[in-house]
């Protein structure tokens, strides 16, 4: 048995109780299922690359752009990353990065590990793009992949442009009367999204096919890696694991 493999069943083993209850999984029909690793992968064109204009719409409410924290952020990558760790994956967009990467800005790099129970199953995943200032995101998006005969990818997507500007921040010396000798008083710089571009694809494409969705401002590349049934399970289980870990006393029946 693989190393990663007697990991990943120790820490199944120390989580006993919480596997248990992932009926999802304990109840997977191999006879029709069927596992791929997902990668997309978004990124900005530069201006010069593209002679087309493309017209963005004014923000007229904050109130449905969402807003993220850091701390969750932090936590995602980490988890995505131990995740990922169970196997090697391929990394089929490498040679894009070494070719194009400095002439573009990355938006979003991800993967998932996704199981479908049948044929026209889907399954949504929602990304975005590096946490700002002020808890906005530049990129927000969202995917459904269904299981045809084809792979199919509808990516929804929303672009933003932001504002800038700076509040002064109170302090109780302001009911007070300044002199020319007081310091000047503190600010705050914030952004906020100004600008918006909205954006649908759909893709439908066979595995370890690499796909480019093309767009004057925004390109897609999209790539499926089929994967066993039985590895599919591990990476997802260790996911959990990585959301919901043991305590230390379950953990010590790893080593």
Known sequence: MKPSR?????????SMSAQANNTE?????????????AYIMTFIWPEKMSSEHIDYE???????????????????QN???????????????DDFKQRF?????????????LIFPETGATISRAFH????????SEFVASVDF????????DLTYRHFLFDTFTSVVPSPSDTN????????????KHIEPALELNLNFNNKTASTKLNYIDHPIIGTLIYFEPLELEDAIERISMQQLMDNPPDEGSANLTE
């Open 6 to 14: 007697l990991i990943a069943l120790g820490l199944m083993m120390a």
């Open 25 to 37: 999984l304990d109840n997977i029909n191999r006879d029709t299922a069927r596992a791929y690793e």
């Open 58 to 76: 004014s923000v007229l409410s904050l109130g449905d752009i969402p807003k993220f924290t850091q701390d969750s952020e932090e936590a995602n």
């Open 79 to 93: 988890s995505v990353t131990l995740a990922a760790d169970i196997e090697p994956l391929k990394q089929p967009f």
């Open 101 to 113: 990467a400095k002439n573009t800005h990355l938006l979003a790099n991800e993967h998932w590990t």
């Open 129 to 136: 793009s590096e946490v700002l200032d002020d808890g906005y």
């Open 146 to 153: 269904t299981l045809g005969r084809y792979l199919e990818s």
């Open 177 to 188: 009367e300044v002199s020319q000798d007081d310091p000047m008083p503190p600010t705050t």
